[in-house]
């Protein structure tokens, strides 16, 4: 984790991107607040041509702690990032029963440049949640089998 905070220090002073983060943060009304009826419109609808609930629900969450601050999404999805690559190295080590290995594995996934765009850019907290989801999968399914 440790490693991670280093590599994206910067990011917690970036700001909006202008393509989509603020269309499904800021200036998306059913984010600014949470409802039953934002809830039901989570899970019902579209964003920009996507259905990710638990995205939007996240999105929510971050607005009622950090407001309109940019700061509290990129911090939400480097500590995402961060837990993904805590996933990846207990799925390797379930895998290869080698410490090192599954260390040495997470931490050059977690530091690869391919990373970036989906810690660094808001909009693509989808897909750190699927690797969220998938990554737990894959753990439970290892221990199952």
Do not use: C
Request: no cysteine.
């Amino acid at each position: 984790m440790v490693l991670v905070l280093i590599a994206y220090i910067r990011v917690f002073n970036f700001d909006f991107i202008s393509w989509d983060d603020t269309a499904y943060t800021i200036a998306n009304s059913s984010v600014t607040s949470i409802s039953f009826g934002h809830i039901k419109e989570w899970f019902t609808s579209f964003y920009i041509g996507n259905y990710h609930p638990l995205t939007m629900v996240s999105y929510a969450l971050d607005y009622a702690i950090g407001g309109n601050q940019p700061t509290i999404f990129h911090t939400t999805n480097i500590l995402m990032h961060a837990a993904n690559a805590i996933l990846l190295w207990r799925l390797i080590l379930l895998l290869s029963g080698d410490a090192l290995v599954a260390l040495f594995t997470a931490i050059i996934w977690a530091l690869h440049p391919a990373s970036v765009e989906a810690t660094a850019w808001i909009a693509e907290r989808k897909t750190l949640l699927s690797g969220t989801f998938s990554l737990a999968g894959l753990i439970y399914y290892t221990k199952y089998t």
